[in-house]
């Protein structure tokens, strides 16, 4: 085989059967298979952090309400002995006469 020959060869080859490059895996899709993962993924996080952000804030809100309750019962209670050791002419019933 002498070099003047081999140059004759892939020209023919060339013109009869154009060579075409067919990966196995076309380029660019792994990484694109890659992205989208990463993107499904991204997504069900996010979906999972707004689910918990909203029970989280539901907690919070019952908290809140529960304390609130707590608060005010303490707050009436403390009234009840505040007004039971008045006498007769106690801070409410003035502020009633007042008002007739």
């Known amino acids: 085989m002498s ?14 059967q154009p060579k075409t490059y067919v990966p196995t895996v076309p380029p660019g899709s792994e990484a694109t298979r890659e992205m989208r993962e990463v993107s499904r993924r991204r997504r069900d996080a996010e979906e999972k952090l707004q689910q918990h952000l909203q029970e989280a804030d539901q907690l919070h809100e019952a908290h809140v309400q529960a304390h609130l309750k707590e608060t005010e019962e303490k707050d009436a209670e403390g009234e009840k002995k505040a007004s039971g050791s008045k006498d007769s002419h106690g801070k409410d019933s003035h502020s009633k006469d007042s008002h007739s």
């Open 3 to 16: 070099e003047e020959q081999a140059p004759d060869v892939s020209v023919t080859e060339k013109d009869h």
